[in-house]
């Protein structure tokens, strides 16, 4: 790399074909140009992404490249290895870990913004021998992602984004597919037709797909974009809405609890008065007490007129100890325990599958929860029943169960409260 006539080296690492295309593309493209990489997990995506970038600043005076993840420690980590990087070299003018930048001696400066905050992108333009990176670019939500295309149009700068795939829709998945069509102004790169055989063994790669649930397999480690449209629920981008009411009550929230299984979690969702979900969290690391504590946090803030909460096996005991920490701290909330048979599941289900393919509710555009419920089908049992579950060991339907428990009672009027008022 050279800086004002004097060649400055930097003991980066090598880099391999896939990676040299993603610059070469770049070089080809210099200006208005949206260039989209579909590639798999792990192999070297942050290293490009470093190299581009400290390449344009140290190159060009007064330049500003904008990098955008999906979370403050992602940004952490790439500024930390950047810094890493020019560390003790004369092109460094200071790096200011407060607020993410990276400002080098001859006035150029990488800025680095989470997506996971609320706010937009404001203050600098990307210039134009910047540009703008979009890394992981389907765990942006997508409003972001336009909210932030304008700061490359004042000096035509070029728009890099670069992720594993995931659904056939949605921002990251129309940029690419215009690349692959020939639209103007949009290159794409396909990583998956390289051979990145150094980054994973074949042995690795056959671990993983004995262990992932096929579609998440598909997506992260063969580089495929996967469909979001389920045999049961039709199209999810139909009814796929990040979008709520925040200030909409919060009519019915359901909790399925988890069976303490490695892949399985306890589930938590929520539908608002305006049937659009409002609520979903997972988790299966926390002891029972403090999953409990949680729960009692999260029904104060979020005040649901009915919970629906899975009496089953181990749900027993968390019900009991739940409906116990909602007296003690007088939550009104009214309270129905589902006990799981074939019978009432296919009830929930009928009523919630019915309903998503009538649109008359939409979801949140969570990845694990789409991809929980393409997995859900219709098996008969033997008595000649319908009943609906997950196949996969590895991707179980707790959410969907917990969606469709609180869909159950959306209708419902509170006719009697629990915990702040006796039943």
Not at 360 to 366: I, K, N, Q
Not at 404 to 412: C, D, G, I, L, R
């Amino acid at each position: 790399m050279e800086q004002q006539g004097k060649t400055i080296n930097i003991k980066g690492p090598h880099l391999y074909d896939h990676q040299k295309d993603l610059i070469r593309l770049f070089d080809e493209h210099p200006s208005d140009s949206i260039i989209t990489v579909k590639a798999r997990r792990q192999v070297g995506k942050s290293t490009v992404n470093q190299i581009l970038a400290l390449r344009q600043c140290i190159n060009y005076k007064n330049q500003i490249v904008i990098i955008v993840q999906p979370t403050w420690k992602q940004c952490l980590r790439m500024f930390k290895e950047i810094t890493t990087l020019v560390k003790g070299l004369p092109v460094l003018e200071n790096a200011n870990k407060g607020d993410l930048s990276i400002e080098f001696t001859n006035g150029s400066q990488i800025c680095f913004y989470s997506g996971a905050t609320k706010d937009t992108v404001r203050g600098p333009h990307v210039t134009s021998k910047g540009f703008l990176l979009i890394d992981e670019a389907v765990y942006i939500p997508d409003k972001l992602i336009h909210d932030i295309l304008p700061t490359v149009d004042a000096n035509h700068a070029n728009v890099v984004l670069i992720s594993t795939p995931k659904f056939k829709n949605g921002t990251f998945y129309d940029f690419y597919k215009n690349g692959i069509d020939g639209v103007n102004g949009f290159y794409s790169l396909d990583w998956s037709k390289y051979d990145t055989s150094m980054f994973l063994t074949q042995e690795k790669l056959e671990m993983y797909r004995k262990s992932l649930p096929g579609p998440v397999f598909a997506a992260e480690y063969l580089g495929e974009f996967i469909s979001s449209t389920s045999d049961l629920f039709g199209d999810l981008s139909l009814i796929t809405n990040d979008k709520y009411d925040q200030e909409a009550k919060i009519k019915s929230m359901g909790i399925d609890w988890s069976n303490g299984t490695k892949n399985d979690y306890t589930a938590i969702t929520a539908f608002n008065a305006k049937k659009q979900q409002c609520y979903l969290e997972y988790f299966n690391t926390m002891r029972p007490a403090e999953q409990i504590s949680h729960i009692i946090n999260v029904l104060r803030e979020t005040r649901p007129e009915t919970l629906v909460v899975e009496k089953n096996g181990a749900g027993d005991v968390y019900t009991d100890l739940l409906k116990t920490e909602i007296r003690k701290n007088g939550i009104s909330v009214r309270l129905v325990e589902f006990v799981t048979t074939n019978d009432s599941k296919r009830r929930i289900y009928e009523k919630f599958i019915v309903s998503a393919n009538k649109g008359e509710l939409t979801l949140f555009g969570d990845n694990m929860e789409q991809i929980q419920l393409v997995g859900i089908t219709a098996k008969s049992t033997k008595s000649g029943k319908l009943t609906y579950e997950n196949d996969n060991p590895a991707t179980h339907d707790d959410i969907p169960d917990s969606l469709a428990m609180a869909w159950s009672e959306m209708n419902s009027n509170p006719n009697y409260v629990f915990g702040g008022r006796t039943k």
